[in-house]
Antibody, heavy 118, light 108 residues
Framework: QVQLQESGPGLVKPSETLSLTCTVSGGSISGYYWSWIRQLPGKGLEWIGY???????KYNPSLKSRLTISVDTSKNQFSLKLSSVTAADTAVYYC????????????WGQGTLVTVSS | EIVLTQSPGTVSLSPGERATLSCRAS???????LAWYQQKPGQAPRLLIYGVSSRATGIPDRFSGSGSGTDFTLTISRLEPEDFAVYYC?????????FGPGTKVDVK
Protein backbone atom coordinates (compact mmCIF):
# COMPACT_ATOMS: atom_id res chain seq x y z
CA GLN A 1 0.00 0.00 0.00
CA VAL A 2 1.46 3.30 -1.10
CA GLN A 3 1.78 5.88 1.66
CA LEU A 4 2.80 9.52 1.47
CA GLN A 5 4.05 11.59 4.39
CA GLU A 6 4.66 15.31 4.41
CA SER A 7 7.36 16.78 6.62
CA GLY A 8 8.68 20.24 7.31
CA PRO A 9 8.31 23.25 9.60
CA GLY A 10 4.82 24.05 10.83
CA LEU A 11 5.63 27.72 11.30
CA VAL A 12 7.27 30.02 8.76
CA LYS A 13 7.90 33.75 9.09
CA PRO A 14 6.49 36.19 6.54
CA SER A 15 8.80 36.80 3.55
CA GLU A 16 10.68 33.56 4.20
CA THR A 17 10.58 30.30 2.24
CA LEU A 18 8.22 27.46 3.04
CA SER A 19 9.91 24.08 2.52
CA LEU A 20 8.18 20.71 2.62
CA THR A 21 9.19 17.18 1.69
CA CYS A 22 6.94 14.28 0.79
CA THR A 23 8.30 10.79 1.42
CA VAL A 24 6.74 7.97 -0.55
CA SER A 25 6.73 4.48 0.97
CA GLY A 26 5.23 1.18 -0.09
CA GLY A 27 5.97 1.87 -3.73
CA SER A 28 8.42 3.52 -6.08
CA ILE A 29 8.32 7.17 -7.02
CA SER A 30 9.37 6.14 -10.51
CA GLY A 31 6.79 6.06 -13.26
CA TYR A 32 4.38 8.49 -11.65
CA TYR A 33 3.50 12.15 -11.48
CA TRP A 34 3.49 13.66 -7.98
CA SER A 35 1.70 16.76 -6.85
CA TRP A 36 1.30 19.33 -4.11
CA ILE A 37 -2.15 20.62 -3.18
CA ARG A 38 -3.12 23.00 -0.41
CA GLN A 39 -6.26 23.81 1.52
CA LEU A 40 -6.64 27.22 3.06
CA PRO A 41 -8.32 27.22 6.49
CA GLY A 42 -11.99 26.34 6.13
CA LYS A 43 -11.73 26.59 2.37
CA GLY A 44 -11.48 24.42 -0.70
CA LEU A 45 -8.55 22.81 -2.46
CA GLU A 46 -5.93 24.55 -4.58
CA TRP A 47 -3.54 22.68 -6.84
CA ILE A 48 0.04 23.95 -6.49
CA GLY A 49 2.02 21.95 -9.04
CA TYR A 50 3.24 18.55 -10.12
CA UNK A 51 6.48 16.83 -11.01
CA UNK A 52 7.18 13.68 -12.98
CA UNK A 53 9.71 11.29 -11.48
CA UNK A 54 12.09 12.16 -14.31
CA UNK A 55 11.85 15.85 -13.44
CA UNK A 56 9.36 17.51 -15.80
CA UNK A 57 7.26 20.05 -13.94
CA LYS A 58 4.05 22.05 -14.16
CA TYR A 59 3.14 24.85 -11.78
CA ASN A 60 -0.08 26.64 -11.02
CA PRO A 61 0.37 29.97 -12.84
CA SER A 62 -0.92 31.86 -9.80
CA LEU A 63 2.03 30.60 -7.73
CA LYS A 64 4.63 29.94 -10.40
CA SER A 65 6.90 32.90 -9.67
CA ARG A 66 7.43 31.72 -6.07
CA LEU A 67 7.51 27.95 -6.57
CA THR A 68 10.13 25.26 -6.86
CA ILE A 69 9.22 21.57 -6.91
CA SER A 70 11.95 18.95 -7.11
CA VAL A 71 12.32 15.18 -6.91
CA ASP A 72 14.93 12.85 -5.41
CA THR A 73 14.34 9.36 -6.73
CA SER A 74 17.18 7.91 -4.63
CA LYS A 75 15.27 8.87 -1.49
CA ASN A 76 11.78 8.31 -2.93
CA GLN A 77 10.97 11.91 -2.08
CA PHE A 78 9.77 15.07 -3.72
CA SER A 79 9.83 18.57 -2.31
CA LEU A 80 8.12 21.95 -2.38
CA LYS A 81 9.64 25.37 -1.85
CA LEU A 82 7.40 28.45 -1.80
CA SER A 83 9.23 31.72 -1.40
CA SER A 84 8.19 35.12 -0.05
CA VAL A 85 5.32 33.70 1.94
CA THR A 86 2.57 35.78 3.52
CA ALA A 87 -0.29 34.98 5.87
CA ALA A 88 -2.33 34.10 2.77
CA ASP A 89 -0.12 31.03 2.35
CA THR A 90 -1.24 29.60 5.69
CA ALA A 91 -2.84 26.28 4.76
CA VAL A 92 -2.80 22.52 5.09
CA TYR A 93 -0.37 21.27 2.47
CA TYR A 94 -0.95 17.85 0.94
CA CYS A 95 1.24 15.77 -1.29
CA UNK A 96 -0.54 13.39 -3.64
CA UNK A 97 0.05 10.92 -6.44
CA UNK A 98 -1.54 11.35 -9.82
CA UNK A 99 -3.26 8.13 -10.81
CA UNK A 100 -1.37 6.22 -13.51
CA UNK A 101 -2.86 7.08 -16.87
CA UNK A 102 -5.26 9.51 -15.26
CA UNK A 103 -5.55 13.14 -14.25
CA UNK A 104 -6.79 12.78 -10.71
CA UNK A 105 -5.21 12.02 -7.34
CA UNK A 106 -5.40 8.48 -6.00
CA UNK A 107 -3.10 8.60 -2.98
CA TRP A 108 -2.72 11.51 -0.57
CA GLY A 109 -0.57 12.31 2.41
CA GLN A 110 -2.31 13.15 5.66
CA GLY A 111 -1.51 16.82 5.20
CA THR A 112 0.56 19.22 7.24
CA LEU A 113 -0.54 22.60 8.55
CA VAL A 114 1.87 25.41 7.76
CA THR A 115 1.22 28.70 9.49
CA VAL A 116 2.85 31.90 8.28
CA SER A 117 3.31 34.22 11.21
CA SER A 118 6.00 36.27 12.86
CA GLU B 1 -9.53 28.43 -17.27
CA ILE B 2 -12.54 26.25 -16.53
CA VAL B 3 -14.28 27.15 -13.28
CA LEU B 4 -16.23 24.50 -11.40
CA THR B 5 -19.25 25.37 -9.28
CA GLN B 6 -20.99 22.93 -6.97
CA SER B 7 -24.51 22.90 -5.65
CA PRO B 8 -25.97 22.89 -3.19
CA GLY B 9 -23.40 24.31 -0.81
CA THR B 10 -24.84 22.20 1.98
CA VAL B 11 -27.48 19.51 1.95
CA SER B 12 -29.06 17.98 5.03
CA LEU B 13 -30.18 14.39 4.66
CA SER B 14 -30.91 11.35 6.77
CA PRO B 15 -29.14 7.98 6.64
CA GLY B 16 -30.72 5.81 3.98
CA GLU B 17 -31.70 8.77 1.82
CA ARG B 18 -30.39 9.45 -1.67
CA ALA B 19 -27.92 12.29 -2.20
CA THR B 20 -27.57 14.05 -5.53
CA LEU B 21 -24.66 16.48 -5.79
CA SER B 22 -24.09 18.74 -8.78
CA CYS B 23 -20.88 20.03 -10.37
CA ARG B 24 -21.16 22.52 -13.21
CA ALA B 25 -18.28 23.63 -15.43
CA SER B 26 -18.00 27.10 -16.95
CA UNK B 27 -17.16 25.52 -20.30
CA UNK B 28 -17.82 22.13 -21.80
CA UNK B 29 -15.48 19.44 -20.54
CA UNK B 30 -14.63 17.49 -23.64
CA UNK B 31 -11.95 15.19 -22.28
CA UNK B 32 -14.00 13.46 -19.55
CA UNK B 33 -11.44 14.38 -16.91
CA LEU B 34 -13.89 14.88 -14.08
CA ALA B 35 -13.31 13.34 -10.68
CA TRP B 36 -15.01 13.37 -7.29
CA TYR B 37 -13.47 13.26 -3.82
CA GLN B 38 -14.79 12.81 -0.31
CA GLN B 39 -13.21 14.65 2.59
CA LYS B 40 -13.94 14.13 6.26
CA PRO B 41 -12.81 16.55 8.98
CA GLY B 42 -9.10 16.31 9.68
CA GLN B 43 -8.52 13.90 6.80
CA ALA B 44 -7.14 14.14 3.30
CA PRO B 45 -9.54 13.90 0.38
CA ARG B 46 -10.25 10.41 -0.94
CA LEU B 47 -10.76 9.69 -4.63
CA LEU B 48 -14.23 8.30 -5.25
CA ILE B 49 -14.89 8.67 -8.98
CA TYR B 50 -12.62 9.36 -11.95
CA GLY B 51 -13.31 9.78 -15.64
CA VAL B 52 -16.85 11.00 -14.83
CA SER B 53 -18.23 7.59 -13.88
CA SER B 54 -15.51 5.08 -12.92
CA ARG B 55 -15.31 4.14 -9.27
CA ALA B 56 -11.87 4.20 -7.68
CA THR B 57 -10.49 1.10 -6.03
CA GLY B 58 -12.46 0.04 -2.96
CA ILE B 59 -15.29 2.53 -3.41
CA PRO B 60 -18.73 1.05 -2.69
CA ASP B 61 -21.21 0.83 -5.52
CA ARG B 62 -23.64 3.15 -3.77
CA PHE B 63 -21.44 5.93 -5.18
CA SER B 64 -21.97 6.70 -8.86
CA GLY B 65 -20.98 9.49 -11.20
CA SER B 66 -22.61 10.71 -14.37
CA GLY B 67 -22.85 13.65 -16.70
CA SER B 68 -21.36 15.24 -19.76
CA GLY B 69 -20.60 18.64 -21.25
CA THR B 70 -20.93 21.12 -18.41
CA ASP B 71 -23.16 19.23 -15.96
CA PHE B 72 -22.00 16.38 -13.76
CA THR B 73 -23.57 14.54 -10.85
CA LEU B 74 -22.36 12.45 -7.95
CA THR B 75 -25.10 10.23 -6.56
CA ILE B 76 -25.00 8.35 -3.29
CA SER B 77 -27.87 5.90 -3.54
CA ARG B 78 -28.40 5.30 0.18
CA LEU B 79 -26.46 7.35 2.67
CA GLU B 80 -24.51 5.43 5.26
CA PRO B 81 -23.39 7.14 8.49
CA GLU B 82 -19.81 7.32 7.20
CA ASP B 83 -20.89 9.22 4.05
CA PHE B 84 -21.54 12.51 5.82
CA ALA B 85 -18.65 14.61 4.59
CA VAL B 86 -17.65 17.27 2.08
CA TYR B 87 -17.51 16.31 -1.60
CA TYR B 88 -15.37 18.02 -4.22
CA CYS B 89 -15.34 17.72 -7.99
CA UNK B 90 -12.06 18.19 -9.89
CA UNK B 91 -11.05 18.72 -13.49
CA UNK B 92 -7.85 18.94 -15.51
CA UNK B 93 -7.46 21.11 -18.56
CA UNK B 94 -4.68 23.12 -20.18
CA UNK B 95 -2.05 22.03 -17.66
CA UNK B 96 -4.19 23.14 -14.73
CA UNK B 97 -6.01 21.12 -12.10
CA UNK B 98 -9.07 22.82 -10.63
CA PHE B 99 -11.41 21.89 -7.81
CA GLY B 100 -14.95 22.92 -7.12
CA PRO B 101 -15.77 24.67 -3.83
CA GLY B 102 -17.38 21.57 -2.34
CA THR B 103 -20.76 20.35 -1.14
CA LYS B 104 -21.23 19.45 2.49
CA VAL B 105 -23.57 16.56 3.21
CA ASP B 106 -24.66 16.74 6.81
CA VAL B 107 -27.08 14.88 9.01
CA LYS B 108 -30.66 16.09 9.07
Amino acid sequence: QVQLQESGPGLVKPSETLSLTCTVSGGSISGYYWSWIRQLPGKGLEWIGYIYYSGSIKYNPSLKSRLTISVDTSKNQFSLKLSSVTAADTAVYYCARIRLGGLDFDYWGQGTLVTVSS
Amino acid sequence: EIVLTQSPGTVSLSPGERATLSCRASQSISNSYLAWYQQKPGQAPRLLIYGVSSRATGIPDRFSGSGSGTDFTLTISRLEPEDFAVYYCQHYDSSLFTFGPGTKVDVK
